[in-house]
């Protein structure tokens, strides 16, 4: 069946990639990001905005629920990263991360909770990292802003559950994205020998996660943390 | 405004008042406890009855308001108490953001 969904962080990377994929399954799709969106296609609708601004936030899920009834799915996909050893790195650079994987994926989650509840219907997907499970060095304001994630998918977990809404994440491991550009290849290779796994990650890898939490069947599985690789926390 | 906030509180208790075929919403007047001493809501009842509000105040009068915000939580006397108080405080919230 044909769904409405909301995805941030769309304009590149695997905002992108899920977007493109999902439309061409027949989905419906809202997306958003600071940059002009990318994507053109008669079911796409794109919102110029930062996830961290609460009232451009409100408004958009306002805008799809208003125009198509519902909203199904949300993919909780908008984030950065930061590497930095943490003796030198400013307190803004900590804002910055908490604001858009942190703040960004609460004001998504609430807002689209409350269309969700009137149908007691939906399914929420975070984006975490194995940088967390793995408690990478270099990473220490990225991984504690994707651990606050996780708590967040943990405990609105417990607190939709009456409403017919999952909330789970997905821990990629290292995808060749703008992401992770800068990090080294031995630092990228260090990660990949952790993996039970070992190799990088794919879009496909995601979307066979992600199809998992969004399927209708999996009413009963919430509150999980799925690391792609064989990582464990 | 006043009024038209009233009705739209009314109809908000009205509504889950069915929903959840609780009699004191369905016949709520302007002393009846929400969330206060008595109240007549459990915590995902006030949860959805702020959505809802939030929903038909943007549908009625085109503003945005988030009802639960810093203030309403760490607020001394908390504006969910009844009726009256949540109105009061829903016209406030409007005024503020006008
Ligand atoms: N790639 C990896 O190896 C990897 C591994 C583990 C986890 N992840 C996670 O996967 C997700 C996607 O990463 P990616 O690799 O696709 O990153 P990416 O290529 O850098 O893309 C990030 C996307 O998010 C948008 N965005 C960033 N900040 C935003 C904000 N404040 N408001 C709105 N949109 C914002 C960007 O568009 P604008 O710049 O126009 O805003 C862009 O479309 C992230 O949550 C990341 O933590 C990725």
Redesign the pocket.
Known sequence: MKQVMII?????????ALANHYLDKGHIVAG?????GSIEHENYSHYQ????DEKAVAQMVRSVARKYGRVDVLI??????SMNHFMITPASNVSNVF???YI?SFLFMREVSKVMVRKKYGRIIN?????KALNLEGETN?AAS?AAVESLTKVSAKELGEFGITVNAV??????????NSVSKDKIQNIIDQQAIKRE?TVEDVIHVLDFFMDKNSSFISGQIMYLGGINS | MAENLEKIVFDTLQELGEETNNKALLNADKDTSIYGPGRNMDSLTLVRFISEVEEAVYDNMNVEVVIANEKAISMKHSPFRTVATFTDYLKQLIEDSQ
């Open positions: 941030t962080g769309t304009r590149k990377g695997l905002g992108a958003c990001s600071r940059s002009e905005l930062d996830v961290a909780n996909n908008a984030g950065i990263a604001n858009t994987n960004g984006f975490t990292t194995v940088a990225y994707k821990g990629p491991n290292p995808i060749p994205t703008d992401l992770i990650g």
